[in-house]
């Protein structure tokens, strides 16, 4: 029963959260973490990672063929950040520590998530700041195992840096390169190896609702909904997690 109920919600937040750039590692990670399942880190950490990157390639890719992802536009926030993530993976931490950090984060996510971006002239910024935007929000992301894009986005967004289909392209690609470098930290940490018995039903669930999400797109989901709820869903079982390890 445990089984199936993981299964599909992982289809279900796959297919919500491609359809806005996201790979839906905060939601994994929150839904893995709850008590109820009583699973370790160890087992937690590279799944989440996983789905990430099977969810945002699809995604990138699509991106990558509209013409929304440009190096030039991109590589700032990219540079520092994947270093960040692979040392972020690479640290080990104890299990509570792990799950306090992530508890924290996800409520950080969920406020993040709910902000209304403002209609604005557009902020460029400078390159100090997206160096450092995407190095810090790398490392946190290496450490509790998730792509950052969940942060990266709404940051872009309030400041108006760009169209939200880039800003959704350039969340993808970014999850995407701190999925693959936190998860090689990992490893190169010597983490456990997967549990390919318990992982691979949902990798496959994943796949499956992010290559339909990655087509759906936003003109199917109200973003703004999607954020919303998502924020709700992730403050709960941020708490729940906190309740816990507090």
Not at 66 to 71: F, M, R, S, Y
Not at 155 to 162: A, G, Q, R, T
Not at 214 to 233: D, E, K, M, P
Request: aromatic letters at 12%; proline letters at 4%; charged letters at 10%.
């Amino acid at each position: 029963m445990e089984s199936y109920i993981l299964i599909s919600a992982f289809f279900v937040i796959a297919l919500i959260y491609s359809s806005v750039g996201f790979g839906g590692g905060s939601s994994y990670l929150a839904l893995l973490a709850q008590p109820f399942f009583a699973l370790l880190p160890e087992t937690i950490k590279p799944v989440g990672l996983l789905c990430n990157i099977v969810v945002v390639t699809g995604g990138t890719i699509i991106f990558y063929r509209q013409g929304a992802l440009k190096w030039k536009e991109i590589w700032p926030f990219l540079v520092l950040s994947v270093p960040g993530a692979f040392l972020g993976g690479y640290w080990k931490l104890k299990e509570s520590t792990f799950f306090i950090l992530l508890g924290f984060t996800l409520l950080l996510a969920a406020v993040f998530l709910w902000i209304k971006p403002k209609s604005s002239d557009s902020k460029e910024l400078s390159l100090t700041a997206r160096l450092g935007l995407g190095g810090s929000i790398g490392l946190l992301s290496g450490l509790v195992s998730i792509g950052g894009g969940i942060f990266l986005s709404p940051i872009l967004h309030l400041i108006n840096w760009s169209t939200a289909k880039k800003i959704s392209a350039l969340a993808s690609a970014f999850i995407l390169v701190n999925s693959i470098s936190g998860l090689t930290g990992y490893f190169a940490a010597g983490g456990r190896p997967l549990d390919w018995q318990f992982a691979l039903p949902l990798l496959v669930a994943v796949l499956a609702g992010g290559q339909i999400g990655s087509r759906l797109g936003s003109q199917v989901f109200n973003a703004l909904y999607i954020r919303r709820i998502t924020a709700v869903v992730i403050l709960v079982a941020a708490v729940n997690i906190l309740k816990d390890h507090l």
